[in-house]
């Protein structure tokens, strides 16, 4: 792709619109696919086509001819490239010289297309033949003890691959499991489950169509779920309001141009979207949301129908403990820790006083924070207060980054299981299954670290580039005994190589999947619980490829010889899978014949209904103990830092080096800070600089360091920075997590900018 020329400016057009339009053709082209491109745009969210590899956001009932976004399209025309990293490119490009290109550069190289084998001699991957490939896992495998080896999962695996690859690893004798969601919304398992009973969200699509006012909390949508805008537009359009709480005033929460309307697009027309922003500091979620609930129960003196006792009496428990502690703060602290007045949170308060049906949505700006769980919990407290859960056009809504991160939870892919699915998964298949509980992501690179493990599986993904500290992460990989890698394109993971590696390509969402009793389905869970089929139909990318459920068969059969289990059976027959999956987690009764209806069904939850499955039995009000920055110590110029993803960007996937919403033009090597900030540092638009970590006694640690990056002014909270992942995660230390959840503070790092 021709890498636009570097410029930094003001974008000021809406989101969406001929931008994105241009945007989907560029890729496509760039890809060189444009026939299986288009054939894939019209089978994408489709009934009976295949589900977006892009994010988790729900598919309407009544869908448009091409139910998409310029991301998705990005997603899927990554996938149907042309472009191959064959045997002959890997025997041309030796890994020490490959480790020397951008992540983009990359995955760009195109699909895998052989199994392939790492050769120290050469430092070259070699083609090796699955069977053989199959047969030494196993055998390296069988002499390990199982607590050596992890499993890691990327939330792309789907239900059957990912219940399959549980199925293998608990019998082999372990529940290392590190996930992606441990990266991301493990905060949301852990804070929603304590408090509401159930780890996910309790709204539906058709909520949304109900709300009066929808609260958008640290998530981009126009980059990391686009299609909400044409959601967020109808609640827009027909009245309903919409805030914005984040230190990030960001395009897509501000002005969307719906590419599939007519009038939008040859008008020009938009749709204003949040017309409140409120500009917390990094850091400062759980300050600024005990701010507005302290200012509604002042509110409430005055008018005592401000908060919902009625519904607090018979719904809840712990109401009294969040009086006390709200009690207990006073607005100085509030203030300085939100970074937003007394007199803004009280409008927020007044604001959401005045609306009966409250929807709250959120992403990583919330979850990924030392307090990330306590964060999750502060915005059920809000709802609460006001009784909007368990009921219409109401509740809590946790935006998933990745098509089927939650669905994986679902089926097993969990390092802490519960006693019940213990036992019915060895009823079911009469084998033993390990009670010690396992590793999560940062437990796994910790433990591969202190030599404990020694070998690691990636399920998909870019495990060590999407953890943060590359400076242990990367040394840490190096040294495993082995490593095996299930992938559709070439990332930097896949370079830190172990005494042996191996590299088994997959076929991708959009691929026929044909096994002997016919083409396969596989299904996925959205944000929303909904789990609906996804069918490929475009030839392969190449004829070597297999699928996940074949290549986890495959591994588990040469690994457990003596295996009770039918692998090959179930290779075969995906629906045999769904009966499996049925009879250890009855949550997914009849998986076979609901996943046939259009649109497929949703999981049931008991927290959408008034249910709470809590120790008290009631929603929970859980009062704020932990923040996510301590200031002490720190020197007076530090900031906190958020890492951020580009428009060009999926998680670690880099599509291109363009951030069109935030005037980012072919390059990456960018920070983001307020004129006020720069100001005080005698920095203006355009000036290069340092960024460096701040250790956890404040001091700085000069090996963390991000170097080079130019200076680009947005608007942005007062004390705040933003750079890039994964680049910026240099910057980020392995031991800064959520205590509860484990989840990396990707979003808080203290750091101190110096212009050079
Ligand atoms: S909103 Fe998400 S799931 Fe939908 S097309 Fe875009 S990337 Fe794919």
Redesign the pocket.
Known sequence: MKINKQRLDNYDGAAGGWGAVIACATQVISQKSPVRDTIAIFK??QVKGFD?P????PDPEHRSPME??E??VK?VSWETTRKKASPEFFAANPVKELWKQSDYELENHGRLTHPMKYDIISDTWQPIEWETAFSEIGDKLRQLQPDQVEFYTSGRTSNEAAFLYQLFAREYGTNNFPDCSNMCHSPTGKGLGASIGIGKGTVELSDFEATDLVICVGHNPGTN????LATLREVAQRGGKIVSVNPLRERGLERFSFPQSPTDMLLGGSTELARDHYQIRIGGDAWFFRGVMKALFELDEQNPQVIDRQFIASETSGFGELSDSLNALAWPEIEKGAGLTRQEMTEFAQMYAGHSKVIVCYGLGITQHRNGTQNVQQLINLLLLRGNMGRKGAGICPLRGH?NVQGDRSVGINEAPDEAFNLRLEQHFGIQVPRQHGHSSVESIKAIERRESRALICMGGNLAVAMPDPLRTFPALRTLDLQVHVATKLNRSHLLAAKNSYLLPALGRTERDMQHTGIQSVSVEDSMSMVHASTGSLKPASPWLMSEPAIIAGMAKATLPRSPINWAEFAGDYRLIRQAIEAVIPEFYAYNQRIEAPGGFRLDNPASRGEYRTASGKATFIPCTTEAIDDQGLPPEHLILATIRSHDQYNTTIYGMNDRYRGVTGRRDVIFLSAAEARTRDLKQGDVVNVTACDANGELNMERTLSGQTVHIVSMAIGSIAAYLPEANILLSLDAVDEESLTPAYKSAPVVITKI
């Not at 892009?54 to 956001?57: E, P, Q, V």
């Not at 779920?225 to 909400?228: L, V």
């Open positions: 994408m969210n977006c892009g994010c988790a956001w998409l976004c991301n998705g997603a779920h686009p299609r909400m098509s």
